[in-house]
């Protein structure tokens, strides 16, 4: 308590006294050092006044101003431009003073004004900054800088380079102004949106007129797969155009490279395709590796029925009755089969025992090494061989027959429980019969003995 | 040596015939409501059955995050008769819980705590706080994954309580998450705490039982027609317990208590997750509470309104002492009507949705 009071009593005595405790803190303040203090502070908010007055921008004060959209858009678009979000500003690109006041002053010549550029100089227009390693270097170390000479490689680059001006360039798919990184979800160019900006002009008959390729790409590719994983199942890292064709130096891949495209990500598919006697084959006859059974576009989810020797099977399309492959697929297919007939079998009694309260979720799991032989299985198809394809169904079958027993097991058990039951309840109630009638049987004596 | 010598010198260290003529003695009284005389015992038959059951399980589990699921895996597959000792523990834990319920609301409604069987009342009251935990706690020893979601929500909703919330959250889970270091307490808490906090108010409560003699309404208090407890109740009794197990086998055979996946920590909750019935009704209130009730925590007021009520019951006898103050009694009579009413309706209400 005393502390209490003391701490009180200083506390008070405090706020009377402190404007006198500052003017003691002025007087040991030497008057030069004051001075040079309320210099420096200064000398801060000059520099600090000139810093703001720079960010100042004529270019989107008067254009966004201006009531004509089509130079008015480009000031309001780009607050969103990740070059603005980076630092930059118009002049950054178009040259010119964005401190000047009049439009003259701010378009001069000599200041560096270059103004709107023409389609064919885009591409060395954007690369000034992004085909220099040292200045990327500063905003971001990973990024690439060769789009510009990769774009040059590209049909489009091609056709722009010959003169022809109707071909993408960087704005044409990356936009312009209002330019966002490619992780952005809003940029034309985030993975889900990249069909969408090509097809602006490649789905269109009356644009692509005259280039000679067709026009409905856009339109199959969004029956693939690829396309279902992409936009149903919101699976980015399924491909869309830029993955098969190349981003900056989009060309359609040849005869020759399509299995390089696709074994990108389906390796080892196309790794067993080149050890079996199919790429001879393909190669001799000038047929495009992967696309000649699974197409291009519109790369449908493929399925058993496309091997095998029946209507329908891609095989007899190339082999006829008789001949090796036609012996092998017909082979493949009946393995196949076999196989998924055994696990669907399986998978019923097992499910059924289940059903029915019988613990399987030991044989269930196990189960799944029949299903991944099954994979497998359709895998190794692109081998063409029934011995690599046999390697695999044969203990997938044997998985499935251990499934299917331990199913007949558990239901065996079921109704060995289920008699059981039937005894136990006889036993059990001729036993509370017996206690009931011992209890009927004294209280008959106790009744008596009253 | 004859049987005769055998049994003099038992009586002689044991006091056998004493016992015995105590036991003659005993007598329970026959009026229109004796039925409810008979699910205390129903309920302590069962509990038998969980401890023989449970120490057969004993043989066979592992208490461990790695084993627990593959061990009561292999007690329903590999082990002789275990899918049937696992079953009528689970089916007979939940028979137990719902025959207590049944006995403590004839005891309110019948007034049996009068005095002087108010300490017969709490043992009881606490017998049910137990029971519960023991329910709540072997129910995560399988470790799968209702289980698993099951307990992180339970403990979750302790952990809403001001103040004490948090510290017997992260008591319960062994840290901040549902881990293996939960399951390894909750197995201790299980097979050790719990049975030995039983043991001794079980004790009490039969004890207390025997000493006071079974209550009798005081409207048929007049009537003086009784039964022998030696052995015309007894032998009843013992007719319900070879039913009741009857009753576990149908189930066990019929309905194997089913083990699910194993809990993955990793994994989603699965949906509609709910807890076991006699949770329901609490969880559903949980749910249909607004977030938001007078500026307070909906969720925070929920389960201090079921703390409160959980309070309430240990002083009911000593509110409610005697059948002469008719306004009490009526009051008491609609407060049990309608906490039963709401219990049911509620449970019927979670399954539904």
């Known amino acids: 308590m005393t502390r209490l009071r003391k701490m009180d009593r200083q506390a008070k005595q405090f706020q009377k006294e402190w404007p006198a405790h500052l003017a003691r803190v002025l007087q040991r303040l030497n008057a030069r050092v004051t001075l040079r203090l309320f210099l420096r502070l200064g000398i801060i908010l000059t520099l600090f006044t000139l810093v703001s007055a720079q960010k100042k921008s004529s270019c989107i004060e008067c254009h966004s101003k201006l009531e004509d959209t089509r130079l008015s858009a480009p000031a309001k ?33 000599r200041k560096g004004y270059l103004g709107k550029p023409k389609t064919l100089d885009i591409p060395a227009y954007c690369g000034k900054c992004h085909s220099d390693a040292t200045l990327m270097k500063k905003f971001n170390p990973s990024l690439r800088v060769d789009q510009e000479k990769e774009y040059y490689t590209s049909n489009h680059g091609k056709l722009l380079k010959a003169g022809e001006q109707r071909v993408a360039t960087c704005i044409s798919c990356h936009s312009v102004h209002g330019i966002r990184s490619p992780k952005d979800p ?36 969004k029956t693939s797969v690829h396309a279902k994983a992409l936009y149903e199942k919101q699976d980015l890292s399924a491909p869309t155009c830029n993955d098969c064709h190349g981003n900056h130096g989009a060309t359609p891949p040849g005869i020759a490279s399509v299995a390089n495209v696709c074994g ?23 047929l495009a590796e992967c696309l000649t059974c699974h197409s291009n576009h519109a790369i449908a989810k493929p399925g058993d029925q496309m091997i095998g020797t029946q209507q329908g099977a891609l095989c007899i399309n190339c082999h006829s009755s008789g001949d090796k492959g036609f012996v092998a697929a017909g082979l493949m297919r009946s393995r196949i089969d076999e196989l998924i007939g055994s696990i669907d079998k399986s998978t019923e009694i097992l499910n059924r025992a289940e059903r029915a309260g019988m613990e399987v979720s030991k044989p269930k799991f196990e189960l799944k090494g029949a299903t991944d032989a099954l994979t497998h299985a359709r895998v190794l198809i692109h081998s063409s061989s029934t011995a690599e394809v046999e390697k695999v169904v044969a203990p997938g079958l044997e998985a499935a027959g251990k499934g299917y027993q331990a199913g007949l097991g558990a239901l065996a058990e079921r109704s060995y429980r289920r008699k059981g039951l039937a005894v136990s309840l006889v036993f059990i109630l001729f036993l509370a019969g017996l206690v009931y009638l011992k209890v009927r049987q004294i209280e008959s004596r106790q009744a008596a003995e009253k | 040596m004859k049987i005769d010598d055998i049994k003099l010198w038992l009586d002689e260290r044991l006091s056998i015939s004493t016992l015995a ?65 696992r079953s009528i523990h689970s089916w007979s834990a939940n028979l137990m819980i719902a025959t207590l319920f049944i006995h403590m609301f004839s005891v309110f409604f019948l007034r049996s705590y009068y005095p002087p069987r108010e300490i017969t009342w709490l043992s ?30 339970g403990t979750e909703i302790a952990g809403v309580v001001p103040v004490v919330g948090r510290p017997i959250m992260r008591f319960l889970r062994g840290g901040d998450d549902v881990t293996g270091a939960t399951l390894t307490r909750f197995f201790g808490f299980h097979v050790a705490v719990l049975p030995a906090t039983a043991t001794v108010f079980i004790a009490v409560h039969v004890l207390l039982v025997q000493l006071h003699g079974m209550h009798v309404p005081e409207k048929y208090e007049h009537t003086h027609r009784k039964m022998k ?57 949980l749910k249909l509470i607004p977030a938001k009730v007078l500026g307070l925590d909906g969720e925070v007021l929920g389960i201090m309104a079921f703390n409160v009520v959980a309070m309430l019951l240990f002083i009911v006898p000593f509110v409610d002492r005697s059948p002469e103050n008719r306004r009490r009694r009526l009051i008491l009579n609609v407060a049990g009507v309608l906490a039963l009413v709401y219990i049911v309706g509620m449970t019927i209400y979670g399954y539904v949705t």
Request: charged share 15%; with cysteine.
């Open chain 2, 21 to 85: 003529a105590m036991a003659q003695k005993k007598e329970v009284p026959l009026h229109r409501h004796s039925i409810w005389y008979y699910f205390g015992g129903m309920t302590l038959f069962l509990f038998t059955v969980q401890v023989v059951t449970g120490i057969l399980l004993l043989l066979y589990y592992r208490p461990s995050s790695e084993n627990a699921f593959e061990s009561v895996q292999f007690i329903m597959t590999e082990v002789k008769f275990g899918w049937l000792i």
């Open chain 2, 229 to 285: 407890f030696f052995p015309n109740f007894i032998l009843r009794d013992l007719i319900g317990w070879i039913l009741a197990i009857g009753v576990l086998a149908i189930l066990a055979a019929l309905f194997p208590w089913e083990l699910g996946e194993k809990a993955d920590a990793f994994t989603p909750a699965p949906a509609g997750i709910k807890p076991e019935w006699y949770f329901l009704f609490m969880f559903q209130t």
């Open chain 2, 124 to 153: 009881g009251v606490f017998l049910l706080f137990i029971v519960i935990c023991f329910g709540f706690s072997g129910y995560l020893l399988p470790w799968n994954k209702l289980a698993f979601f099951a307990t992180k929500v």
């Open chain 1, 186 to 221: 809003l940029s034309s160019v985030y993975p889900s949106n990249v069909a969408e900006t090509c097809s602006k002009c490649h789905a269109s008959a009356d644009y692509m007129r005259g280039f000679g390729i067709p026009n409905d790409q856009y339109a199959k590719y």
């Open chain 1, 77 to 109: 678009l780009f607050d969103n431009d990740i070059h603005h979000a980076r630092g930059l500003s118009c002049n950054d690109c178009h040259g010119g003073d964005p401190n000047a006041d009049t439009r003259e002053g701010a378009k001069d010549p």
């Open chain 1, 264 to 286: 990108q990500c389906h390796a080892r598919q196309a790794e067993l395709f080149q050890t079996s006697p199919h790429k001879a084959a393909f190669d001799q006859k000038q």
